[in-house]
């Protein structure tokens, strides 16, 4: 019995790890279309086309991610945001958009 235990949470491990793995593609893919969107100009349309191709659905589902109309809607909004992955995943700049949002309510 231990031994299923065990192997029980080996396998969950080994899979939150694959999702933090296509995670970081993804993340990576927003990063290219960003780089895209300030050079081309078509950085949301070059995210659509990803996430609503083959790999990008199959990338989407493996990360943990429904890769629906909704979902696509959402990156391409990231998208022309701007705003690069890594700092809009940075403490500060989650503390400059919640300060604006109070400010804004205020």
Known sequence: ????????????????????????????????????????????????RWARSRDGREVLSCAGIDPNERVVKGLMEFVSKGVRTSVALSREESERRNAAEQAKAA
């Open 1 to 48: 019995m231990a031994d299923f235990v065990d192997g029980t949470a080996f396998n969950h491990e080994q899979g939150n790890r694959a999702r933090k793995l296509f995670a970081a593609v993804v993340l990576a893919a927003l990063d290219d279309a960003i780089a895209d969107d300030k050079k081309y100009g078509n950085g949301p349309e070059q995210i659509a």
